[in-house]
């Protein structure tokens, strides 16, 4: 049952890619994908997945913003943080709130973007360089940590 659901996510994943790459549905269709990161981006969905496999959704509200020169900044807030975090592979906020910024370097082929964090609420990320996979679909910009062990996804809609 599982593997079921997993292939379907994952064919379903496949079908966006597809999609998102040759047809820039609702944006100029002659932009450049570093055209498309371009302004900001509020926070439509951020998803985390537990040791079992099960999806949970984070009732969290943000924004993203990516300049056209390679910066960016990131701001999450939890509505409702949890009493006691969890210990995860990377500590990305503090007291359920995330905030950092630093520049960012596009991959086109392999659809990743590099995070270089300059600076952060959680000082542990500055000089870090924080590996992301992307898909563009629409007004929509999908994002994934390229980290084995970090399974989130963050979903983000341009203004």
């Known amino acids: 049952m599982k593997t079921l659901f997993l292939l379907s996510v994952l064919s379903s994943f496949l079908g966006m890619t597809s999609t998102s790459l040759s ?37 969290s509200t943000g924004l993203l913003v990516f300049t056209r020169d390679g910066h960016m900044s990131v701001q999450v807030m939890e509505r409702n943080p949890p009493a006691h975090t969890t210990a995860a592979s990377e500590q990305y906020s503090q007291g359920g709130y995330e905030a950092s910024f630093g520049s960012y370097q596009i991959n086109e082929s392999t659809h990743t973007f590099t995070y270089h964090v300059e600076g952060a609420l959680v000082r542990s990320l500055i000089g870090k360089g924080l590996p992301r996979a992307f898909e563009l679909y629409g007004n929509q910009l999908i994002v994934k940590s390229t980290h084995p062990d970090e399974h989130w996804k963050a979903i983000w809609e341009h203004y």
Not at 24 to 31: C, K, S, V
Not at 36 to 50: H, I, K, N, P, Y
């Open 23 to 59: 047809g820039n549905q609702g944006r100029g269709t002659n932009d450049s994908i570093q055209d498309r990161f371009v302004g900001a981006w509020r926070l439509a969905s951020l998803e985390t997945q537990d040791a079992d496999g099960k999806t949970h959704p984070a009732d």
